[in-house]
């Protein structure tokens, strides 16, 4: 075969590469190791588009590169298969979760396959199948089993603090907890029953349940996260959601919130989201006190960074949520603050927080006092101030915070601006209002003064200075079916873990996918949910885990997936590390990505991985934009006008499918086959043609512009598709797919097969001696796309490898040793086709057990220059002279240039300019 026959080599190699198992990595101390990771995928039914592969190509050029340079690489591939859109799906057809899941994910490898990955896939793991969740279920139980010491500054075993509390109490310990936890001494613990033991553990475990404000779906039957939620409404299905306080488990990651926001510093990632962690974290250094209320013995608990602006408070404001609201509404205020709350509760706090134009807000017809001057304060309540955020109540300085001073001023109430003790310094600029003296803090420096305050606070025991942060515990379940079950029972309503022996826990037997009639969630369906011991049989948790439980700690167990004793062994562990390369979308910023890094240093406290952070480096891969395609029907007709010609008649735009499109130019036979409506369709033709409009959007299936790979493939195979989606800019950017492009690429792939065939398809490689142009050609390529892929600049190699193959086929080079080391560097871009030539070539070897070429200095120095030459400043004649020549005799070789002489017509010159390198300019 001396053709390029794409279809048959793809195929060839892809099974060749199954076969001999060449991607298996194994534990080899000998070798550095180099740990390449995609973000988890979910395997949705319409499979891969374009845009999808874009980040895989990267990682699988970069995998194949390191395994060129010696490195021991695992580079894995599996599924989060968990999650809502099999769970909706098996509740329209009743067709169990894991049949979709299945047929998802045999799509999704075929098609990863088909583009020929170098991935591990015996190390494939699902986070649906049992032998994977079980080890999820094991960390949930280390996580409930485990509490936060702030001496020791990481997780401790709770039996650690049982120990503690059986020597002196709760007087002493110093750990992550609930608000205000119930002190006691070792007398009390001991006296305790086994029930209000277990209560007060639960306000010091690092997995707790507790009753929260969620996002309720009933429409669902779930509670949906903040990224599930726009605008009052469920991303899928448009279902109204409202946000309510619910029993459920969360994470107290807010224990870790210190060494997240430290551990950003030693990670290469994108500092755009490193950024958004650290907002998200929100470090705040300020004051907590608490404001009397008027008429009832309860408090309002605020917190502050600014608590030196004290005079300038002028009204409280609460979230709708506060558990405090339907107490402080009074009857002349009932109706309208009850309507207003029904309202605002119910946005999601992304909204909410999003939303910085509307305000909104309802008197409750309460007060508070202010305990520094004695002063009334009415008591608001206002969505801008969120339940999860702090103590859900702000004090509000309107003078010195927009948000405080908006409101105010809508709702007509007093702004007063602090100006004494340097408080001016830190108001809202130009916003006026009443000026009013700062009291005792006066003539103090702000430090100074908040240090007063916070004194006066902790000495009338109303408050102190507080470090807080915005993030709040991650809420760990879902009323769903399609998860992970908690492995929890309830004894006399208090949860216990399962045994270990028991585990996996799984997911039982139901005949709907839906709530029960009373509202529990899907798992109360089950014939027999409940768990057996000793002491008797208790029922089973019913929600089961979020979608996040699985991928955050998934690149664990990649290193030892069929380890039935451990998660990972210490060794696999320790020998592959933190992922050296991460590749994803950076909105897992705040998800995914900062829940990882969470359960990575739990794991690491209490010694089951040897590292903290999970990934050392990261790169966001940017999005494929579609390209969209449109027709243009005439008015009132089924006559379409060619786009060249619009300016004379009156149209209106269609997207068209963009398979039925080349090159902008429509395939009229197949629009009129696409719809029944366009069987009978006329065209406006423009030089015998109808020419298409075009517009980069997103890729949707509503604007006919996705692209399956599948299709690029069978056209022009998958070596063609990998170099295109490099070659349409840098990886984090974002560019369109233009088809219209693809044939450059492949008639690359075609013009290198010619250095080995000529168009007879006769075999022309030799072992001559390459010119040493053919081997500067060579080694030029082979520096810059070492350089290129180091720094993950691969559409720059890509045009490198078309300027190389054209230079060397402009030099007539058919030569092996010039060949064979090009073909080694281009084959983590084009695989298949660099396989299949080196073979031809006679090697025995796969092109993957060779060593990348070394780039050799001698046949890069420039043993020439080619100088323009210039007469009165026009450029007359190019003058190629060895690069080590003097100046002076660079001036000599110049006049002497016989095509030179007749533009100096035997005059003297009057100035001879010369740089060296660069160019000869003569003044006559």
């Not at 690429?745 to 072992?767: E, I, P, T």
Request: proline share 5%.
């Amino acid at each position: 075969m001396s053709e390029y026959n794409f279809r048959t080599i793809e195929k060839k190699w892809q099974d060749r590469w199954e076969q001999s198992g060449i991607f298996h990595a194994r534990l080899d101390p000998g070798k550095p190791k180099f740990y390449s990771l995609d973000m988890f995928p979910y395997p949705s039914g319409a499979g891969l588009h374009v845009g999808h592969p874009l980040g895989y190509i990267a990682s699988d050029i970069v995998t194949r590169y390191k395994r060129l340079k010696g490195f021991n690489v695992l580079h894995p591939m599996g599924y989060d298969s968990f999650g809502l859109p099999a769970e909706q799906y098996a509740i329209q057809t009743g067709q169990h979760p894991a049949i979709t899941t299945e047929e998802n994910i045999r799509r999704y490898t075929e098609q990863l396959k088909n583009i020929g990955f170098a991935f591990d896939w015996e190390k494939e793991v699902r986070t649906s199948d049992p032998e994977y969740y079980r080890w999820t279920q094991w960390i949930f139980m280390q996580l409930f089993d485990s509490y936060y010491d702030l001496d020791a500054d990481k997780a401790l075993p709770i039996a650690h603090l049982v120990s503690l509390f059986e020597k002196e109490g709760s007087r002493g310990v110093r750990a992550v907890c609930d608000e205000d936890p119930t002190p006691f001494t070792a007398d009390d613990w001991l006296a305790f029953s086994e029930s209000e033991k277990q209560r007060l553990l639960l306000q010091y475990r690092l997995t707790f349940l507790a009753e929260t404000t969620v996002n309720w779906c009933s429409a669902l039957g779930t509670v949906l996260s903040n990224d599930e939620v726009k605008d009052g409404f469920s991303e899928r299905g448009g279902h109204p959601v409202e946000r309510k306080r619910m029993m459920q488990w969360s994470m107290r990651i807010t224990a870790y919130a210190e060494r997240l926001l430290k551990g950003l510093n030693s990670l290469d990632w994108p500092e755009p989201v490193k950024e958004m962690q650290r907002n998200w974290i929100g470090r705040s250094v300020g004051a907590e006190m608490v404001f009397a209320i008027e008429g009832i013995e309860e408090t309002i608990k605020v917190f502050t960074t600014r608590i030196d602006t004290i005079y300038g408070v002028t009204y409280l404001a609460l979230a709708p949520e506060h558990e405090l609201v339907e107490q402080l509404i009074t009857e002349d205020q009932r109706e309208e603050a009850e309507q207003y709350v029904a309202q605002a509760k119910n946005r999601s706090e992304r909204d909410r927080m999003a939303d910085v134009k509307t305000i909104s807000g309802a008197f409750t017809g309460s007060y508070a006092t202010n305990p520094f001057n004695g002063e009334r304060i009415p008591i608001w309540i206002a969505d801008y101030v969120l339940a999860g955020y702090g103590t859900g109540a702000v004090m509000a300085v309107p003078a010195h915070d927009e948000r405080d001073y908006n409101f105010a001023r809508h709702f007509d109430l007093e702004i007063r601006q602090v100006i004494e003790g340097s408080m001016e310094n830190g108001s809202f600029p130009g916003k006026g209002g009443t000026l009013i003296n700062s009291g005792f803090i006066s003539g103090m420096v702000m430090q100074d003064a908040m240090d007063k305050a916070i004194a006066f606070l902790e000495e009338k025991g109303i408050g102190k200075g507080k470090i807080q942060y915005k993030m709040r515990d991650a809420i760990f379940t879902r009323q769903r079916y399609w998860g992970e079950p908690l492995p929890v029972y309830f004894k006399e309503g208090l949860p216990y873990l399962i045994d270990e022996k028991d585990l996996p826990l799984r997911l039982p037997e139901v005949d709907k996918y839906l709530p029960t009639e009373d509202g529990a969630p899907p798992l109360g369906r089950a014939r027999d949910w409940s768990y057996t011991t000793p002491e008797g049989t208790f029922p089973l948790e019913m929600s089961t885990m979020p979608g996040w439980a699985g991928s955050s700690w998934y690149f664990f167990r990649y290193m030892d997936p069929t380890n039935e004793k451990e998660f990972v062994s210490k060794e696999a562990a320790a020998y592959w590390g933190a992922v050296d390369l991460y590749i994803g979308g950076a909105e897992h910023a705040t998800g995914h990505l900062l829940y990882s890094r969470f359960w990575t240093k739990f794991l690491f406290d209490r010694g089951w991985v040897p590292i903290e952070e999970p990934f050392g480096k990261m790169i966001n891969q940017g999005m494929i934009q579609g390209r969209s395609n449109f027709v243009y029907r005439k008015k009132g007709t089924n006559t379409f006008v060619s786009h060249g010609l619009l300016d004379k008649y009156e149209v209106i735009s269609m997207h068209v499918e963009v398979g039925m499109v080349h090159n902008d130019q429509l395939d009229t036979e197949a629009f009129r086959n696409w719809r029944p409506d366009l069987a009978d369709a006329g065209f406006v033709l423009e030089e015998g043609k109808y020419v298409c409009g075009a517009e980069v959007e997103k890729m949707s299936k509503s604007k006919y512009n996705v692209v399956n790979p599948d299709d690029v493939i069978e056209q022009y195979g998958a070596d063609t598709l990998r170099l295109y989606e490099m070659f349409l800019g840098p990886l984090e950017q974002f560019k369109p797919w233009n088809t219209n492009g693809i044939d450059g690429v492949f008639k690359f792939l075609k013009k290198l097969w010619r250095l080995f065939y000529d168009a007879k398809g006769n075999w022309q490689v030799s072992d001559q001696k390459p010119e040493m142009a053919a081997l500067k050609v060579l080694h030029k390529t082979i520096r810059k796309v070492e350089e290129d892929i180091e720094r993950h600049s691969f559409n720059t190699s890509v045009s490198s490898f078309m300027i190389c193959v054209n230079e060397l086929s402009a030099l007539k080079c058919h030569q092996r040793s010039v060949l064979e080391p090009l073909l080694v560097i281009l084959s983590p871009y084009a695989p298949h086709i660099a396989e299949e030539l080196w073979e031809r070539l006679g090697h025995d070897q796969s092109i993957l057990q060779q060593r990348y070429p070394t780039a050799e200095d001698k046949y890069l120095v420039e043993s020439s220059h080619e100088y323009p030459v210039s007469i009165n400043g026009k450029m007359r004649v190019k003058l190629s002279l060895p690069s080590d020549l003097s100046r002076e005799e660079i001036e000599e070789a110049a006049l002497a240039h016989e095509d030179l002489q007749k533009w100096i017509e035997g005059k003297i010159p009057k100035k001879i300019i010369v740089v060296p390198g660069k160019i000869v300019n003569i003044v006559i």
